[in-house]
């Protein structure tokens, strides 16, 4: 079985602070982490490796610093890493991310394979969009699970999977065909300690490098210039007043309460 994660690098949440004046994050200082969703699909696809054989090759886009992230993931027990680094995909959004990982991708492919599942975490915590995982999908034209909590099942042989996944209001239950595509939540797994061998194979092991020459990417895809999503301005949220506390209690608190709500009721039409 070959599972490929799509893994990302991002600054330690618990870390970040934000500048009031300018309103943006101050990076400065602050660890980079690989994306916490991201480790739980990383350690789904190794315990698919564990049970049925195969490998398991991790793909991150960002800087010559994810190499950090993806020798992070070799110690989880991944098999091969590889890195998209190129000035073209900067200030790419997630359109222009995932048509590039999905490129990047078909070199994975191409050198180790056919996928049987591709994972993700299901959202990274810097944007918060969760529409890579669905982009990628889109492009590679399999079946989609989001926000996976549970793998009931898994039958590679018959070429199928059984996952529980988190809804409004609960869960269901989908059985989808492979190849496919599945986000990770948090619940998904436990995440577990590294046994010395991977520590030392992820110190040993190489990082592949892709980028735009040894790919087949398009640049005119990727970057700022070619995202369509633009920034245009970026705010704090003004701070909310602290509500008022109530102290009379019973009949007492319905006619206080009232009171206060009655203004808008009367511009709703409904009193």
Not at 118 to 146: H, M, S
Request: aromatic letters at 6%; charged letters at 25%; a neutral charge.
């Amino acid at each position: 079985m070959h599972s490929l994660v799509f893994i990302k690098q991002v600054p330690d949440a618990a870390q970040v602070r934000v500048d009031y004046h300018t309103g943006t994050l101050i990076r400065e200082g602050v660890p980079a982490i690989i994306n916490p969703y991201d480790t739980h699909a990383i350690e789904a696809a190794v315990q698919m490796k564990d049970k049925f054989g195969g490998i398991v090759s991790v793909l991150s886009m960002g800087p010559p610093m994810a190499e950090e992230a993806l020798r992070k993931a070799l110690s989880m027990g991944a098999d091969k890493a590889y890195l998209l680094c190129d000035k073209v995909f900067a200030g790419s959004d997630t359109w222009a991310t995932s048509y590039a990982l999905w490129a990047g991708a078909q070199k994975v492919i191409q050198e180790n394979g056919p996928v049987d599942i591709f994972w993700a975490g299901k959202q990274a915590i810097d944007g918060d969009t969760a529409q890579t995982g669905p982009g990628l999908a889109t492009r590679l034209d399999i079946p989609l699970v989001t926000c996976a909590i549970k793998i009931i099942e898994a039958n590679p042989e018959k070429g199928y999977i059984i996952v529980q996944r988190l809804i409004e209001g609960g869960s269901e239950t989908l059985q989808v065909s492979m190849p496919c595509m599945i986000t990770a939540e948090k619940e998904l797994n436990d995440l577990r300690f590294s046994p010395l061998p991977d520590l030392i194979k992820a110190v040993k092991s190489s990082v592949q490098l892709l980028n735009s020459t040894n790919t087949t990417i398009d640049p005119a895809q990727c970057g700022l210039k070619n995202s369509p999503t633009k920034v245009k301005r970026v705010f704090i949220p003004s701070k909310r007043e602290r509500g008022e506390i109530l102290e009379p209690s019973g009949k007492e608190i319905a006619d206080v309460l009232f009171e206060k709500i009655e203004p808008v009721l009367k511009q709703m039409g409904r009193v």
